[in-house]
């Protein structure tokens, strides 16, 4: 059973930067990773993830400001957000979907 645990989440204001981190166990160089958002009453939403090939693709709303990357070393995955805005607070959630799994989620707060 994969297990999937972020971190890094916080309050920052507008323009700022964060990086979540993600820890994965299991043979984690094989997982599609990737990081959803989950905004007070909206539906969850993708925000970029590791597609077949270990290309990339991001969501319209973040292209250019979001990076996801991963350390297979580490059994990490990263999503480095810069430029900032109010509408990226949501809950951001680390998954591994084709095995299922999800972290538990970490609050990113964009406000001055």
């Known amino acids: 059973q994969v297990q999937l645990v972020e971190s890094g989440g916080g309050l920052v204001q507008p323009g700022g930067s964060l990086r979540l981190s993600c820890v994965a166990s299991?043979?984690?160089?094989?997982?599609?990773m990737a990081w959803y958002r989950q905004a007070p009453g909206k539906q969850r939403e993708l925000v970029a993830r590791?597609?077949?090939?270990?290309?990339?693709n991001y969501a319209d709303s973040v292209k250019g400001r979001f990076t996801i990357s991963r350390d297979n070393a580490k059994n990490m995955v990263y999503l480095q957000m810069n430029s900032l805005k109010p509408e990226d607070t949501a809950v951001y959630y680390c998954?591994?979907?084709?095995?299922?799994?999800w972290g538990q989620g970490t609050q990113v707060t964009v406000s001055s």
């Open positions: 998954t591994a979907p084709v095995q299922g799994a």
């Open positions: 299991g043979t984690f160089r094989s997982y599609v």
């Open positions: 590791f597609g077949p090939g270990s290309g990339t």
